[in-house]
Each structure stands twice: as structure tokens, then as C-alpha cells.
């Protein structure tokens, strides 16, 4: 199924080979050269996924990355840029992007992320399409007779619950101390792949394979940036991590006791 993505890139070479094989993958694509027809394009435009250029003519992509996360909006965003820095790269994910590719890069690289990047979005289309059937089947089943009723609330999948954070899969939702928590896309999928299995280490690979959906060997450090942001969101001393630990060697683990509530 296709999708509708925006690409902002102020290299018109670039941005025509980017448009061309995003629409090859059955894509609709929306172009724009600048920040400021960039925020036009997605207030007049339901965007599913952004690919953004950093340097753009009127200003640096990562203000529209920063702006979209302050909006609370959890549109993929892959970052391109000619700064290849480690620095960099972990600005353009601390920024809030799901992805970040330095140029130069291959068509072939380009199309395998962009593949995994629009992969979770059709994964989150199911989930919500599966919450809503099991929600009108349950609303069904509360007019029948009690029994019906038990039947179906066991369809719905359980929240998880630990010591101050909530987790609800069904709706995608996620507080902390009460509070609502915005998560992106692929923050929400690693967070739930690792509490899922609360003590269970998870390697990168792991990671890469489960949440990702690729096995690119390039993307081991996208799995750190993204773990760092999530601990920035949930822990309270990001240094001193209550939740998402790390296991040297290994990989990450969620450590709470758990418990199901229906």
C-alpha cells in the first residue's frame, strides 16, 4: 500500500532521483525546497512520512524535526545530510528523527530505508485497524449477555503496567506518572518490544530485526540513538536508568516487575 511522503531537499538533482524512486515503490510524493514550504506542504497535506534534508535554503531541517515532536506529531522522519559527523548524526536523532543517511548514499540504501521506514507505519495501520475491530466487537458484545461480553474483553490486549509507567498497546499510548508521554512511531515499537519481555535481553540485531524490520548492519547505531531517547523521555536520570538497562556486550533489557491488567 502506498503512502503520501514529503521530501524536503533544496538540491534539485537530489530531490528528483528521491521523488523518482519513492514513487517507483508506489509512493505519492510532495516536494518542497525549503523549511517554509515545508510547514505549507504538511498544513495543506495528510503526510504520512517525511524525508528531510538538514540544509535547506532558509534554515538547518532539524528546527521542522524539533517542531513536529513539540506538535506531538509521530511522523517518520528519515534526515539526510551532507554532515557525517557522529555528533551529528546524534543531534539529527536526539532531534526526534527515526532515521539519518549522510551523503553521499546509494539508491539502493536510500529505497532499503526508506522501505523499513514506511514498513512501520503499515505495521501501526494494522494495529489500529485490529484495535478499532476489536473494539467494535466488544461494544457489540456488551449488548449481549455477560458471557459474550467476557469472551471479547479477552481479545483486547493487555496494558502494561509498572511502577509509575503505563503502557497501553491498543491505543499507543503511554504515561508516566500520570502524565501522557508523546512517543514516536519507532520509539513506541521499541519500547513495547523490550517491556513485553520484561529481563530479556535483546541485541541490537534483535532490535534492528523486531522494531526496524531490517537486518542493514548500518543501522546498529540508529538502536543507540533511539534507546537514548527513550531513557531521555522515561528516566529521570537518563545516567542511572530505571527501566531500559543496558547489558554490555549484549544489548538492552526492560527491568520492572510486571503485571497484567485487562
Known amino acids: 500500500m502506498g503512502h503520501t511522503v514529503l521530501v524536503l531537499e533544496d538540491d534539485a538533482d537530489i530531490a528528483q532521483l528521491l ?15 525549503s523549511l517554509k514550504e515545508g510547514y505549507r506542504i504538511l498544513k495543506e497535506q495528510s503526510i504520512d512520512a517525511v524525508v528531510l534534508d538538514r540544509g535547506l535554503e532558509d534554515g538547518d531541517g532539524i528546527s521542522l524535526c524539533h517542531e513536529l515532536r513539540r506538535q506531538q506529531k ?38 532499503a530505508r526508506t522501505r523499513a521506514l514506511l514498513r512501520r507505519i503499515t505495521h501501526q495501520e494494522w494495529d489500529e485497524s485490529e484495535r478499532q ?41 503511554v504515561r ?8 514516536t512511531p519507532t520509539e513506541f515499537s521499541l519500547l513495547c518490544c523490550l517491556a513485553k519481555r520484561p529481563e530479556r535481553v535483546f541485541s541490537k540485531d534483535e532490535l534492528l530485526s523486531r522494531v526496524w524490520n531490517t537486518d542493514y548492519d548500518g543501522y546498529r547505531h540508529t538502536v543507540c540513538c533511539a534507546v537514548n531517547r527513550l531513557r531521555g523521555k522515561l528516566e529521570r536520570d537518563p545516567e542511572m536508568p530505571k527501566y531500559i538497562h543496558t547489558v554490555w556486550g549484549v544489548g538492552y533489557k526492560f527491568r520492572e516487575a510486571m503485571t497484567h491488567v485487562s
Open 176 to 183: 508516566l506518572d500520570g502524565q501522557q508521554i508523546d512517543l
Open 74 to 111: 509521530g511522523l517518520p522522519i528519515l534526515m539526510l545530510t551532507a554532515m557525517d559527523s557522529e555528533s551529528d548524526m546524534v543531534e539529527g536523532f536526539e532531534s526526534g528523527a527515526d532515521d539519518y543517511m549522510a551523503k553521499p548514499f546509494s539508491v539502493i540504501e536510500f529505497q
Open 19 to 33: 521523488c523518482l524512486h519513492l514513487k517507483v515503490l508506489g509512493h505519492e510524493v510532495h516536494r518542497g525546497a
Open 133 to 173: 475491530q476489536k473494539q467494535t466487537a466488544q461494544e457489540s458484545a456488551d449488548s449481549k449477555v455477560l458471557s459474550s461480553s467476557t469472551h471479547a474483553a479477552h481479545d483486547i490486549t493487555p496494558q502494561l503496567m509498572f511502577e509509575h509507567l503505563e503502557i497501553c498497546p491498543d491505543t499507543h499510548s
